[in-house]
């Protein structure tokens, strides 16, 4: 990749693929990844091969997140390693068999990958939906990555006035090992509130439509058209909140109701943030103003996490340009 | 007018959890054992767990529906090694509240639900109970949090398979919407509110009060509309049309659209003037329900009070 001169030379993004059902009770992935299977029509796009996939086939038989560990989680260099001759400190259930999603992660790599390889898919768009009033969110894992930074500022122009709000994982302990992170552009789509196992026409549709534009971008891309520079606007993770535990680590308040559905606005200090559920306010205790989101999503009660804290940045993205 | 009396209710149960991943009845359940409230006036009061391993595993059930175990039928069968856990663990449910249909039974069973569909809060009874119903009145007329609406089932007493109708009276209190792993603090707040309301009308009630009768709009169940499906794979095609989803309670008209198919078209309502509840229930996909149908009915209480002798 080149970046003397005025854009950034990037490969063309040939190979791209659609992830549905890493958590199998995230029912838009799921379906709009069944419907694409049996006719992909509506995902072809001229010099662009897109591949819809689900990740997690045993998941979404059983309508559960995972069955034996969490997928998104399950893509990290010690498992992508593991074989029965290099067992190192992953420990392996009895019989010799490693857990559901390790294995599906190391077909998924196999097929996709290998993660950090030329022989990689170029884009990998992961979908999910979240319990969180989030509405759509791009997911981002690295702030260097332009190509990325420009789709994402293309779908957020290309569907204005309506929302799309771009999330910056970047921070070094609370970032994890995605499914999508075995491709060189791992794309994250969130889109909420929607329960688990429930399937609700507009968020289907709106995340429909967000992909619509994203692979727009991509024929648009490999058809020689230049981005120029442009600012992003993303909210950085900054910390996990977890809720008040008594000493046996149960639960003892919920996100108060002036926190509830507040994703991405503003938190200060002295602000109410939890409710015990004899009725008392617990506020937060922070330092300054931060931007909260994932408040109250399902699957985050069981890794400790209420609401994670974001700030607030802009990012420069330099101009690309098919190589 | 006519006036019916009753014996005293002191015996009051609360359960949550009957389906482990609702989760206001599971904490409700929790901060009353925790508080260790046992007694409040002239009624004493229990909380229960319904399906622990469930809501461990956060699961609305282990191997089958808690909250399908209760027909007189299914509460005398054999208990075998076979026997799923939840029949098991209804049978016990029934020897510690009830047993169902007997002096010995507890005077009100209150079991906490929530529901992925938009109807905040309903109250959810058996035929035409005239305590459930003077609660209900009691509740709607005290809540200003939420709407409060009730749904009065058909079934006769034999047939009815649901926990609260072990009590004397019973009354299943569904609140949403919740997405199910969840506690939302709005949510549990009317669902406290409604535990708080039905205690207070009981110990009104024991004290003598005479509870005034009148009128209320109640639904009962007409029927139940599938979601459109593949003939060949049994798979669902469609979602609930954005006109209808969040709209429980609000009447459906012929012509009215009610899915909207993956491919665009539109599915509309033929059929009654009629009020879908339980619109997008995600535990009831697996029921083969998108939707249940209701009609609004009015009912006449007479009034109720304790029996003075």
Partial sequence: MSSYGSSVRVAEASRVAIFGGTHGNEMSGVTLVNLWVKNSAEIQRK??????????????????????????????????RYTRHTAGNVSAPAGDELPYEVQRAQEINRIFGPKGSPEAYDVVFDLHNTTSNMGCTLILESSKDHFNLQMMNYIKKAIAPASCLVLLNEHPLLKYSTSRSVAKHPVGLEVGPQPQGVLRSNIFEAMRVILKHALDFIELFNEGMEFPTCTVEVFRVLDRIDYPRDANGNIIAMVHPNLQDCDWEPLNPGDPMFQSFDGKTIRYQGLGTVFPTFINEAAYYEKQQAFVTTRREALVASAIRKV | MEHVSFLPLSRFAVCGGTHGNEMSGVYMVREMQRQKADRTGSVSVTSVLSNPPAVDACRRYMETDLNRCFTDALLSGPTTDDTPYELRRGRELNAQLGPKGSREAVDLLCDIHNTTANMAVCLIFYSFDWIALHIYK???????????????????PSEAYSLESVGKHGIAIEVGPQPTGVVRADIFNMVKEAVDLTIEWLQKFNSGSTFEGGEVEAYTP??????????????????IHPQLQDNDFKVLRPGDPVFQLFSGETVKHEGDDLYPLFVNECAYYEKKVAFKLTKKITVTLPSVGVKKD
């Fill in chain 1, 47 to 80: 010099r662009v091969e897109t591949k819809p996939f689900i990740t997690n086939p045993k998941a979404v038989e059983k309508c559960s997140r995972y069955v034996d560990t969490d997928l998104n989680r399950a893509f990290t260099p010690e498992n992508l």
């Fill in chain 2, 138 to 156: 009691y509740i709607q007329s005290k809540m200003t949090s939420a709407p409060v609406r009730a749904l009065c089932l058909n079934e006769p």
């Fill in chain 2, 222 to 239: 007409v029927g139940s509309v599938d979601y459109p499906r593949d003939p060949t794979t049994g798979e669902i095609t469609a979602a």
